[in-house]
C-alpha cells in the first residue's frame, strides 16, 4: 500500500557529493519522521540522519558537518545531501518512513536501498 523508493546512489570520489532522494508514494494519511539508514558489509545497520516533520534534525557522529537530511512534505520526499565523501561512508543506504496509513496509526516503512560506493 506504501512504497519508499530511492535514488541517487552510485559511485563517487572520496571528496565528492551524492544527493539522495526517497519518495513515498500510496495510500497514506501522513508521514511523521523520515531517516536514511545505511549498512556497510560485516557491519549492523545504523542510523545516518532523521528528520521530523516539523524538520528538526538528528544526525549520526560520523557524518555530523558532512550530510544534511531535508524534506518537501508536499512531494512527501526526504532528501540526504552528502558532501566530502568518505571511504567509509561507503555503504547500502536505506530510507526509512514512520507513515499512517488507513489500517495503521503509525508503521514504519524501509525502501528497497540504494547503493553508495566512495572510491579512494
Known amino acids: 500500500q506504501v512504497q519508499l523508493v530511492e535514488s541517487g546512489g552510485g559511485l563517487v570520489q572520496a571528496g565528492g557529493s551524492l544527493r539522495l532522494s526517497c519518495a513515498a508514494s500510496g495510500r497514506f494519511f501522513s508521514i511523521n519522521d523520515m531517516g536514511w539508514y545505511r549498512q556497510a558489509p560485516g557491519k549492523q545497520r545504523e542510523l545516518v540522519a532523521v528528520?521530523?516533520?516539523?524538520?528538526?534534525?538528528t544526525y549520526a557522529d560520523s557524518v555530523k558537518g558532512r550530510f544534511s537530511i531535508s524534506r518537501d512534505n508536499a512531494k512527501n520526499t526526504v532528501y540526504l545531501q552528502m558532501n566530502s565523501l568518505k571511504p567509509e561512508d561507503t555503504a547500502v543506504y536505506y530510507c526509512?518512513?514512520?507513515?499512517?496509513?488507513?489500517?495503521?496509526?503509525?508503521?514504519?516503512?524501509w525502501g528497497k536501498g540504494t547503493l553508495v560506493t566512495v572510491s579512494l
Open positions: 526509512n518512513a514512520e507513515i499512517a496509513t488507513r489500517d495503521y496509526y503509525a508503521l514504519a516503512y
Open positions: 528528520i521530523t516533520r516539523g524538520s528538526s534534525t
